[in-house]
């Protein structure tokens, strides 16, 4: 499984070469630093689905010594060891610039790379190659231009959820979020077995 991980990262080595560029210029542009993690967690793991659609790379993997359990269980391990490594160099980045970096918004930007990954992986595997890394970046985009300000609307208007959230202690909505999200990693993960274990290639 170890190997199907190191495949991602020797396929894209010519993707590679942008990342740091990539990221230079979130940083540089003077993003939120949330955002940026987000970015730069996305990068490696949704090239991956990118190449894969383009060369059907699912039907050499079923020919390889790997049961089909594997194969996605190196895709959602994968997207954790890559988002690690996008942490260390983002961070790095943030800090060659000066930039302020909180763990919070380390947080807040990988948590949200979770939590859209676990919503997106499953349809690389429901609908068929061709457009779904377009559908899901274009998503993507959308909901960071529209994200922020529904969030700010429903802290303003729903009030009575914002005193609810705001009895808690800060480490308690860390942890409960933190549930929440690897929750939700979880089951994606399995669903995302069961659809490609029944699905022919």
Do not use: C
Not at 12 to 34: E, G, N
Not at 42 to 57: C, G, H, M, Q, R
Not at 58 to 80: C, D, F, M, Q, V
Not at 179 to 200: D, E
Request: aromatic fraction near 16%; hydrophobic fraction near 60%; avoid cysteine.
């Amino acid at each position: 499984m170890i190997n199907l991980i190191r495949r991602d990262v020797i396929l894209q080595k010519r993707y590679l070469l942008t990342f740091i560029p990539f990221i230079l210029l979130f940083v540089i542009m003077d993003s939120h630093p949330a955002l940026t993690f987000l970015v730069a967690s996305i990068f490696i793991p949704f090239n991956a689905f990118a190449y894969d659609e383009k060369a059907e790379t699912n039907i050499l993997l079923n020919s390889l010594p790997y049961t089909r359990k594997e194969i996605i269980a190196a895709r959602y391990i994968g997207a954790i060891v890559y988002m690690v490594i996008a942490i260390g160099l983002t961070s790095l980045a943030l800090f060659a610039f000066n930039e302020p970096v909180t763990l919070t918004d380390i947080a807040i930007g990988n948590s949200l790379f979770l939590v859209f990954a676990a919503f997106t992986f499953p349809l690389f595997y429901i609908f068929k190659s061709g457009h779904i890394f377009s559908i899901v970046i274009i998503s993507f985009l959308l909901l960071a231009g529209i994200g922020p300000p529904i969030v700010r609307f429903l802290v303003e208007n729903l009030t009575a959820i914002t005193d609810f959230i705001a009895k808690f202690s800060v480490p308690a909505l860390y942890t409960g979020a933190g549930v929440i999200v690897m929750t939700l990693y979880a089951i994606s993960w399995g669903v995302t077995t069961f659809i490609y274990q029944r699905k022919a290639f």
